[in-house]
């Protein structure tokens, strides 16, 4: 396995993970023992290589499809594209009946089924994705991510820090 193929890997692994809410401790912990800490941090720095067997138990652990721990080669790159800030709490957005929450459901939905998200308790968007919304909303994007905290599906830390540039963008 070449060392650009492992870093690209282990960035899927280690997203794969975080989209399950999991430190690499708390995979030790739900695991009971069976994958060390250590050992997954290895593999997502892609200081070490995993074998098929061990990819494949690893994508049963996740509960994920094993191709959807595979880089696809256009993101074979060396370097990993940082990470979405802003999380929605989707079972908070299950429990809301708002009319108006429905458009972020779908929108929500949408962006689970492309990017193959099987965690379902919380989803990672960009900034673009809330600047999508807010002209579907037909408000600023500071606004609707008011809107957001206070319908309690996004993180108000995650308004603070990361949607507060949106602003002086526009």
């Known amino acids: ?19 399950q809410g ?35 138990e690893l994508a049963d652990f996740y509960g994920v499809p094993v191709h959807e721990l595979l880089p696809a080669g256009d993101q074979i790159s060396g370097v990993a594209e940082p990470a979405p800030r802003l999380v929605l ?12 929450a429905r458009l972020l459901s779908r929108y929500a939905a949408t962006i689970q089924a492309q990017r193959g998200d099987y965690n379902g308790r919380v989803l990672s968007i960009r900034r673009d994705d809330l600047r ?10 500071a606004e609707l991510a008011d809107r957001f905290v206070s319908w309690g599906v996004l993180h108000a830390d995650s308004r603070a820090r990361d949607v507060a540039k949106l602003d002086e963008e526009e």
């Open 1 to 19: 396995m070449s060392h650009e193929y492992g870093k690209s890997l282990g960035a899927k692994l280690r997203a794969i993970r975080q989209q």
């Open 22 to 56: 999991l430190s690499l401790h708390g995979v030790e912990q739900k695991s009971r023992g069976r994958w060390k800490a250590v050992v997954v941090g290895s593999y997502e720095r892609g200081d070490r290589a995993v074998t098929v067997q061990k990819l494949s």
């Open 132 to 141: 999508t919304l807010a002209v579907l909303y037909d408000i600023r994007p």
């Open 89 to 100: 709490d989707l079972e908070r957005l299950g429990q809301i009946e708002l009319d108006e």
